[in-house]
């Protein structure tokens, strides 16, 4: 049994690698460290001596510098450069320079690197800093990356590419660390995805419940939200440094900036805020002015420290080094420290958590599923995502053909320059649509259309004379269309469709049981008051609210088989904008495959439902890095969660369930109280307006999205004895393949299939590339077994060796080929393998 969610236990040695999924908000214990920093006093010690802290320190307040960059977000990159990226830049390797003990972080490369190419007298110095450590990376990214929304293995490359640059360049720095100061919530499989590159530590900023400056009109003292992430660390564990716990058991030493991630940038002055450039105060580096500030961060993450190391970050977005930051500390440290005990010092976000990892065994290990931060943005420019989705798919099944065809050549040039476009599509401001549109229109549309067309051209190479599979011709269910009721019969169900019912399912019986509680494949308008950040329903003096309904009035059916196919179309209206519903049926299938073609009104979230008979209190879901179960409900009504491929909610007394699969990051939700599962398929929702007219100041932009959108999802009526929930992701990525609704006709999903097979249908193989570093190709498998367990893998060419690697293909250990493949074990979700082919 595990504990339920929130509480405080002990936690036991030898846990298992693959724990129970928990829902709700998380569970706090006590932890078994899996950081191995210099352990033990004298570990401490040699760290403390090496960052210049006294050894009779009390209190040790972290002073860790950066600067926030958006490739393109409010600007496009070019204008970001321009404007702000070339001074900054500047003016930290004249600070560093200047002051040999100074170190100064730098989150992400996308601007580093262009830097780099357009300053190359700056090169030497650069290289000479960052392998020093004294600019300091907080990750190998080529974006900070958004982790809710983006394909695992897209968020994967996006720290690889960045590594493997700084590789090229001569700079041998490989972090352990992932800072995503700025993501709007985070996957809670990050660990998962983290061990995967081989790294261990990590910080955060953005959970759900936490209050968050000019977020909200609630008073700041509402904060946290009683059963958030926030409370859960701030109110129960009471510490911002913990060790954060995937739900395949992955560990990673974390820290949350509980006040911001600028928290210390008005340091050397009065005012508000220091942001792009521009300061809302003017400059105050007198003694009594620094002292104040650096003891009122002390007090208050003090309140929230398990250690003697508390960290407060600098960098908000945008902004320029502070001048002569080290005399500042060393005034504060020679007047204050004799008598308040506190010394502070100038470091990395690293040297903190190694720090912090000494007292391991005072911190809690936490469950945590830092959302919904915000949930509007699931579904804001839904096109941009699906094409990230479109992209990403093109380019792993063309690099999985690619070596089935190792003759071919020419691609490897147009895959390059998409994988760097999908890497800063990853971005946090960029996959999640939350860009104006004039960004959205100039650069990240054309990036995308840019990285599908090299996607595209390399994979009709790569299939050019291939032969197809074999591959069973598929069969249309019988049906009868008369008087607006369409009658469908397979061996799988039998279903009802009604143009007086807004062409909506009116009934489906699977097993001789009704399964629908009302009309479903329903269209639902609701009337937002949000954003592009979030729905209306998230923050006080906004609304949420459903406003017209597609059953509520007639639609028109139309059906024909086409390619052994059922094909159906249902023409309806919402208000004065058409609608277009698309299904598929097989008789030997028992999914209904559908789509949504039509455009949002301003101010309209629209919806599709599905009103059933499910009694079920949670939803199993992939998501970026695994697969866990989350509550119907945490905060808001409806919660609406980002999924992957996948949701499923499941009746334990009648066996029954409904399986939702979505075509690319998705908001899903489940109404317990009438057993109804609703999906955001369209969203236009310029910008958050609370009260009806005022603005939420931390949203300062708006965006719209008035075309025409195309949404595909299927359903299938799970009943006892049908397919385990850990064999859905598999199901999904073959149900919403393109390929389904063109029979016998090549498959490139199947044919890249055939480069790299396992033996497990729990197991996917999801990417095989031509390793970027050392020999052969990296196989990337993703297991949704809910236990350790090993699987033989087999390729199309044969083996000659195998190790297992990370994700930033570093090797680890050698494994035996025999004639039967590669028997490959499986700790966790996601596993790498380097395979050397004949």
């Known amino acids: 049994m595990t504990d339920p969610p929130g509480t405080l236990t002990t936690n036991e040695p030898g846990h298992a690698a693959h724990p129970t999924r928990r829902a709700d908000r998380g569970a706090i214990t006590m932890p078994i460290p899996v950081l191995q920093p210099a352990a033990g006093e004298s570990g401490e010690q040699r760290l403390r001596q090496r960052l210049g802290i006294p050894a009779d320190a009390r209190r040790i307040l972290v002073l860790g510098e950066s600067s926030h960059w958006d490739p393109n977000w409010l600007h496009t990159s070019e204008v970001y450069y321009q404007r702000r990226i070339q001074p900054i830049l500047d003016r930290v390797v004249l600070e560093l320079l200047a002051e040999p003990r100074r170190i100064f972080s730098i989150e992400c490369l996308f601007f580093l690197r262009l830097y780099w190419q357009r300053r190359p007298e ?4 650069l290289r000479d800093l960052l392998n020093a450590g004294r600019m300091r990376l907080t990750g190998t990214g080529i974006t900070t990356p958004d982790t809710v929304l983006p394909d695992t293995e897209a968020i994967l490359r996006n720290y690889l590419l960045g590594q493997e640059w700084l590789r090229r360049q001569g700079i041998t720095v490989e972090p352990r660390l992932a800072y995503l100061p700025d993501g709007f919530g985070h996957t809670p499989a990050l660990p998962s995805i983290l061990r995967a590159l081989g790294m261990d530590m990590a910080a955060v900023t ?17 904060f946290p939200l009683p059963g958030s992430s926030a409370a859960l660390l701030q109110t129960e564990a009471r510490s911002a440094d913990f060790f954060w716990r995937a739900p395949d058991g992955a560990q990673v030493l974390c820290h949350w900036n509980p006040f911001t991630y600028f928290q210390g940038d008005m340091l050397a002055h009065k005012g508000l805020i220091r942001w792009m450039g521009m300061v809302a105060g003017i400059p105050w580096r007198s003694a009594r002015h620094v002292a104040r500030r650096i003891d009122g961060f002390v007090a208050r993450l003090a309140k929230l420290a398990s250690t003697p190391y508390l960290f407060c970050p600098i960098g908000c977005d945008f902004v320029d080094p502070i001048h002569d930051l080290l005399p500042l500390i060393d005034r504060y440290n020679r007047q204050r420290y004799p008598d308040t005990g506190v010394f502070v010092i100038n470091a990395g976000l690293d040297d903190h958590l190694a720090l912090v990892a000494c007292h391991g065994d ?17 579904a804001s420019r839904p096109e941009l995502k699906r094409a990230c989705n479109h992209v990403t798919h093109a380019l792993l099944r063309a690099e999985k053909l690619a070596v089935l065809r190792p003759k071919l050549d020419g691609h490897q040039p147009e895959l390059a320059q998409a994988w760097d476009h999908i890497a800063v599509a990853t971005h946090h401001d960029f996959i999640t649509g939350t860009s104006p549109d004039a960004t959205f229109e100039d650069e990240q549309k054309p990036w995308l259309a840019e990285a599908a067309t090299g996607a595209e051209r390399a994979l009709a190479r790569l299939l050019d004379g291939a032969a197809p599979p074999s591959s069973r011709p598929a069969v249309a269910p019988e049906w009868h269309l008369s008087d607006g009721v369409l009658k469908v019969c397979s061996e799988h169900y039998r279903l009802v469709l009604s143009e007086a019912a807004g062409g909506c399912l009116t009934s489906l019986i699977v097993d001789g049981e009704e399964q629908l509680a009302g009309p479903a494949n329903d269209l639902v308008a609701y ?26 009035a007639p639609a028109r059916i139309r059906a024909w088989q086409r390619d ?6 249902v023409d309806s209206l ?20 559908m789509r949504l073609q039509g455009s949002a009104a301003r101010r309209l979230t629209v919806t599709c439902r ?10 199993t879901m992939d998501v970026p890095g695994g697969m866990l179960d989350r ?23 009648r066996e029954h369930g409904l399986a939702a699969f979505l075509g690319g990051p998705a908001a899903i939700a489940f109404d317990e109280k009438h057993a109804t599962l609703e999906m955001m398929v369209l969203r236009n929702a310029p910008r958050e307006r609370a009260f009806g007219f005022l603005p939420i100041l931390c949203h300062p932009i708006g965006g719209s999205s008035p075309g025409v959108q195309i949404f595909d999802y299927g359903v299938w009526f799970t009943r006892a004895g049908g397919v385990l929930e850990n064999r859905l992701p598999l199901l999904a990525r073959r149900v919403l393949d393109p390929a389904w609704l063109a029979p016998g006709r090549p498959d490139a999903t199947a044919l890249a299939g055939q480069a790299v097979t396992v033996d497990r249908p729990d197991v996917l193989v999801t990417a095989v590339k031509p390793a970027s570093r050392g020999e052969g190709v990296i196989v990337r498998l993703e297991c949704f077994a809910r236990r350790a367990c090993e699987v033989h893998v087999r390729a199309a060419r044969p083996i000659t060796a195998a190790r297992l690697c990370d994700a930033r293909e570093r090797d680890q250990a050698s494994l035996v080929v025999s004639a039967e493949g590669v028997k490959v074990p499986l700790l966790g979700s996601i596993t790498s393998v380097r395979l050397v082919l004949a």
């Open 122 to 125: 700056q090169r030497e110095v």
């Open 362 to 378: 005072r911190l809690p290990v936490v469950d945590l599923d830092p959302n919904p931060y915000w949930m509007g943005f699931y």
């Open 574 to 593: 919402i208000g004065d904008r058409r609608f277009a519903r698309s299904l598929w049926l097989r008789a030997d299938e028992p999914v209904l495959r």
């Open 610 to 619: 599905f009103p059933t008979r499910v009694r079920a209190h949670s939803l």
């Open 527 to 552: 009337h937002d008051s949000g954003g592009l950040w979030r729905l209306g329903h998230e923050f006080r003096g906004g609304h949420f609210r459903p406003v017209a309904w597609a059953s509520r």
């Open 564 to 569: 052994g196919l059922l094909q159906v179309r």
């Open 206 to 222: 953005r959970i759900d419940g936490m209050h968050f400056i000019a977020s909200d009109f609630r008073r700041a003292a509402a």
């Open 631 to 653: 509550p119907a409900r945490k905060l808001y009504d409806p919660t609406f969660w980002p999924a992957r491929t996948f949701a499923h909610v499941r009746d334990g007394e």
